[in-house]
């Protein structure tokens, strides 16, 4: 993580967190940080027979909002179209598709507080 920014490095650590809570929750994770022609999902994980996205927020404390403000009604389209995408760069076309939310607020205690919104969009 050397050379990347604060911001980026607090943005990494908090998928890393969301990561780990998703596998806790039960979910496989099958991917992260995928890339396609429309921009990138942060986690993919399956919950049974359902393709679950998880949409991940960070911030250090919420002076500047809840992480969950930041994901707007257009931020949430644009989630359902690279989903989409995904699912069919994966033959999974027809799959169950759910996008959630994660906000991670870590204010570098070591006590980060991690909440999940189910079925956002």
Known sequence: MEG??????LGRQGEELAAGFVEE?????????????AGELDIVALEGA??????????RNPDYGHPFEAI????VTRLQIIARQWLRAHGLAT????????????????????ERLKAIG
């Open 50 to 59: 359902t393709v679950v996205v998880s949409e991940v927020k960070t911030r």
């Open 95 to 114: 799959a169950e598709l759910r996008i959630d939310a994660i906000a991670v607020l870590d204010d570098g205690t070591g006590q980060p507080v991690i």
């Open 72 to 75: 707007t009604p257009a931020k």
């Open 4 to 9: 990347m920014r604060p911001k980026d490095m």
């Open 25 to 37: 929750t039960g979910q496989q994770v099958v991917d992260r940080n995928w890339r396609g022609p």
